[in-house]
């Protein structure tokens, strides 16, 4: 059975720093596209940042998520993705989410994360 499983959420100031991590189970994901997903109370869901199995790294096009605050990283061998997070802003807050290609060098998301809260305070 996959799982999905993020951590490294929780409340921090403006101007502060996190790091998700997101960590798979059940296959080996190395060839398969990864990558994190955010949604804001109120919100849809929104696209933040994918890396490939190849180790090409989208972001995306919200000028405010791509401007190098945000990074996206994965280790193969721990089977794990990486969200770093700098100089957050009140309007980062949301439940972020990782996901993960339904297939080897599939281009469409097929595994979903429960989630962790991100809170950044003003």
């Known amino acids: 059975q996959v799982q999905l499983v993020e951590s490294g959420g929780g409340l921090v100031q403006a101007g502060g720093s996190l790091r998700l991590s997101c960590a798979a189970s059940?296959?080996?994901?190395?060839?398969?596209?990864m990558g994190w997903f955010r949604q804001a109370p109120g919100k849809e869901r929104e696209f933040v940042a994918r890396i490939m199995w190849n180790g090409n790294i989208a972001y995306s096009s919200n000028v405010d998520v791509g401007t190098g605050r945000f990074t996206i990283s994965r280790d193969n061998a721990l089977n794990t993705v990486y969200l770093q997070m700098n100089t957050l802003k009140p309007e980062d807050t949301a439940v972020y989410y990782c996901?993960?290609?339904?297939?080897?060098?599939?281009?469409?998301?097929?595994?979903w994360g429960q989630g962790t809260q991100v809170t950044v305070s003003s």
């Open positions: 996901a993960a290609g339904r297939s080897d060098y599939s281009l469409t998301w097929g595994y």
């Open positions: 059940g296959r080996t994901f190395s060839r398969s596209m």
